[in-house]
């Protein structure tokens, strides 16, 4: 088991930043993909954006060059650092772990809203 805590997030004006933090405990081996998903009100949940072990990053179009995670392996912490933040960005953020073997593991979810 792979329990996740989530902390960050809140209300931003357009034009903000926010940074969002997760840390991972429990059983955690590498190879391994610690990430950020969004769901917006109405709408599927989507990759925001995920980092593995092996330094790879992967970014959803939306956000690149205004959306940077970085990770902490010893410390088995992910970070996502979101600036110019736009009103489309609010949605629950929710922090990804997966592992080998199909483990699949999410945190409780944490709500990030932007005004206008």
């Known amino acids: 088991q792979v329990q996740l805590v989530e902390s960050g997030g809140g209300l931003a004006q357009a034009g903000g930043s926010l940074r969002l933090s997760c840390a991972a405990s429990?059983?955690?081996?590498?190879?391994?993909?610690m990430g950020w998903y969004r769901q917006a009100p109405g709408k599927q949940r989507e990759l925001v954006a995920t980092?593995?072990?092996?330094?790879?990053?992967n970014y959803a179009d939306s956000v690149k060059g205004r959306f940077f995670i970085f990770r902490d392996n010893a410390e088995n912490t992910v970070h996502l650092q979101m600036n110019d933040l736009k009103p489309e960005d609010t949605a629950v953020y929710y922090c990804?772990?997966?592992?080998?073997?199909?483990?699949?593991?999410w945190g409780q979810g944490t709500q990030v809203t932007i005004s206008s």
């Open positions: 990804n772990f997966k592992g080998l073997q199909a483990l699949d593991y």
């Open positions: 429990g059983s955690i081996f590498s190879p391994n993909v």
């Open positions: 980092f593995g072990t092996g330094g790879v990053t």
